[in-house]
């Protein structure tokens, strides 16, 4: 059985879609909703409490949604690369999208927001200013 050139060629094509849609690629992190936290978890957490705690999760935040926009740039540089040069290197992207992670840290963020404004926390401002100055 002989296959011709152009049908070898489009093959090609074709596996090269398949693979551009199938690969896990990082998501950025401005993509990621929050996913939701009860705040009745930090119901017992007085103000300085919250503040500490949202101080650690917003810290815990940008680290992760650093090294998951780190991700997202090299697939997208990876997936790139792959569909011009060698396609088949597109069934063996790595990646290492932490999506859960980070959806979770901006669920927690948000309840213990919740929180400190059921509390009446000057805490609300102080992050906000920090979150904007960072």
């Not at 849609?21 to 103000?47: E, F, H, N, R, W």
């Not at 992760?64 to 997208?76: I, L, P, T």
């Not at 932490?98 to 059921?118: C, F, N, T, V």
């Amino acid at each position: 059985m002989i296959i011709s050139l152009g049908r070898v060629a489009r093959l090609f094509v074709v596996a090269a879609v398949i693979a551009s849609t199938t690969t896990a690629c990082a998501t950025s992190p401005d993509k990621i909703s929050a996913s939701y936290v009860s705040p009745l978890q930090y119901q017992g957490y007085d103000c300085d409490q919250i503040r500490a705690e949202m101080m650690r999760v917003n810290s815990r935040v940008r680290e992760v949604a650093a090294e998951q926009r780190k991700s997202a740039k090299n697939d997208a540089i990876a997936v790139g690369v792959g569909l011009v040069l060698f396609w088949p290197a597109l069934f063996f992207l790595a990646t290492s999208d932490q999506k859960e992670e980070l959806a979770r840290l901006k669920g927690e963020y948000d309840a213990l927001d919740q929180s400190a404004i059921q509390k009446k926390c000057p805490v609300v401002q102080e992050m906000d200013a920090a979150k904007k100055a960072g």
